[in-house]
């Protein structure tokens, strides 16, 4: 199959063909899907939700099941799904709660783009905005944010296949290695140059620390991707972003005030100081506020880098979703954020 | 049209807002209207008619009267002439070309901050310093000037947080 087009990723019948191949293919029997429902969240990979039933040799199965797709013209086109699937395969039993996953492809065969299939998890994803938690809640949900990302960062990856992801990644080079994957980004998709942008790069690029390991980053870890049920976080989603690097890559983004809009409290859930303790206490990594400053600008900039490529993706025609350039509208805030962060470094 | 485009943007975001999204039962859709909303009101304060077709217009008016104006002379009681102030072509200063002359002054201070940030063996600090003084305080002026224009974001009733307690489903 060619490349399909947003459009054809968002035709249901499409899909729902596409899928029924799939699945006979991979359970070697005729499955009745459900509807599909899908949902409006992000900005690059399409998510659909169904339920299958299919004959197997040990009987019949029912699923509640989840199909990520990323369209090949998406705001961060081309995906890869292989280092999602790895990566949620990989940490499973780790103690970080993540999806059974069940099936992936990155080839455009089965559906025009790359694709996985894992298990609808309970739960809803909390925002940023507008909770109403109680006490207890916040307390339980920002701690088990806390205990999950100690627990990825823990989890030893060499000899899982994730090791294939390293790229040659070290604790000297880890903080260097994302400015330059994040200014590529920049260079690939800026319609123009300006100089606020041109002298934070110029600061990211002095300021790189060293990291205390090399750990599983998620990549985009915050209140928003993630499930919850009550008090329990039942899934850490959206991997998409996944790579090996400095674990206070993941606090320095988490920490971003865009996550906890109002409220000193990370992700509107926990206090920074404990968020540390609990951490360190867990990993036994030392939290150099210094490094999670850098990857809070880092965070920012990245911030600037996707609206840099949002307005390159509708100015394309790629997309014609306006949340994109409404979001990237917002890109002189994020500069005059970054000038202001940048001058409050520890 | 003849509306004034402040009140074109007002009357639509106003029916968005109260006519359209309260009929909006799905959520991806109510995201879309809210961005449009967001859109409208950023394009609000930068947005004037274009310049093109007022000037092939105003050419065409002049190119009438003038004419008119020849064959009226030396005709008693004639149409009334040209007034002066209306006979010159205004200064076409058209939007792109202002653009288009931003980024060109953009791009050259952006090669004034990389050179700052790798700035050649034996430039002086003191002179990188007074430099950079001048380079920063452009930035500050030009995203300060930006936000300014920016109206408070939507992202919160965008990503589909509206207050009316639809939960945000995902997995």
């Given amino acids: ?346 | 049209m003849n509306n004034s485009l402040d009140r074109l943007f007002s009357g639509i975001i106003a029916s968005l807002h109260s006519e359209i999204i309260p009929r909006l039962d799905d959520e991806f859709a109510r995201g879309q209207a809210y961005a449009t909303i967001d859109l409208l009101n950023n394009l609000r304060p930068r947005l004037d008619w274009a310049v093109g077709p007022l000037a092939a217009q105003i050419a065409a008016q002049l190119v009438a009267a003038r004419r008119i104006d020849e064959l009226a002379q030396g005709v008693p009681n004639g149409p009334p002439a040209l007034p002066p102030a209306l006979a010159a072509m205004p200064d076409p200063a058209a939007g792109e070309t202002l653009r288009w002359r931003r980024d060109q002054l953009d791009e050259h201070l952006c090669k004034v901050v990389d050179w700052q940030n790798q700035p050649p063996a034996g430039v002086s600090e003191t002179a990188l310093a007074a430099i950079a003084a001048v380079t920063a305080q452009y930035m500050q002026e030009q995203v300060r000037r930006e936000v300014s224009l920016l109206p408070k974001p939507l992202f919160g009733e965008i990503a589909g947080n509206t207050g009316t307690a639809k939960p945000a489903a995902k997995n």
């Fill in chain 1, 1 to 346: 199959m060619n490349p399909a087009s947003t459009a054809e990723l968002l035709d249901e019948t499409h899909v729902r063909a596409c899928l029924q191949r799939v699945l006979r293919q991979h359970t070697g029997s005729e499955a009745q899907i459900g509807a599909l429902k899908r949902f409006p969240v992000g900005y690059s990979w399409l998510t659909y939700g169904f339920d299958a039933s299919w004959d197997s040799g040990s009987g019949p199965q029912r699923r509640e099941l989840i199909l990520r797709l990323g369209p090949p013209n998406g705001l961060f086109a081309p995906y890869l799904a292989a280092p999602q699937f790895i990566t949620l395969q990989a940490v499973r039993d780790s103690g970080v709660p993540v999806p059974a996953v069940h099936w992936y492809s990155d080839s455009p065969e089965a559906f025009g783009a790359p694709w996985f299939i894992c298990e609808k998890v309970a739960g809803r994803a909390p925002v940023m905005w507008g909770e109403q938690f109680s006490d207890a809640t916040r307390s339980a949900l920002g701690e088990q944010l806390a205990d999950s990302l100690a627990a990825l960062h823990r989890f030893e990856w060499r000899g899982t296949a994730i090791e294939s992801m390293s790229g040659g990644v070290t604790v000297e080079n880890a903080a260097r290695t994302q400015v330059d994957y994040w200014e590529r980004a920049m260079r690939g998709w800026e319609l123009r140059r300006l100089p606020m942008a041109e002298s934070v790069l110029g600061w990211l690029r002095r300021h790189c620390p060293p990291a205390p390991r090399i750990s599983v980053v998620h990549g985009d870890y915050r209140i928003g991707n993630f499930l919850a049920e009550g008090d329990r976080i039942t899934a850490i989603l959206d991997w998409e972003l996944v790579h090996l690097g400095d674990p206070h890559e993941d606090i320095g983004w988490m920490c971003q005030r865009t996550f906890r809009p109002g409220t000193p409290l990370i992700c509107t859930l926990i206090r920074r100081e404990d968020l540390y303790a609990r951490y360190q206490s867990l990993t036994g990594i030392e939290v150099s506020p210094r490094a999670v400053h850098f990857y809070e600008v880092l965070g920012l900039f990245k911030f600037y880098v996707i609206d840099v490529g949002a307005e390159r993706c509708f100015e394309e025609g790629r997309h014609n979703d306006l949340r994109l350039p409404s979001m990237c509208a917002q890109a002189p805030r994020l500069l005059l954020q970054l000038e202001k962060l940048i001058a409050e470094a520890p």
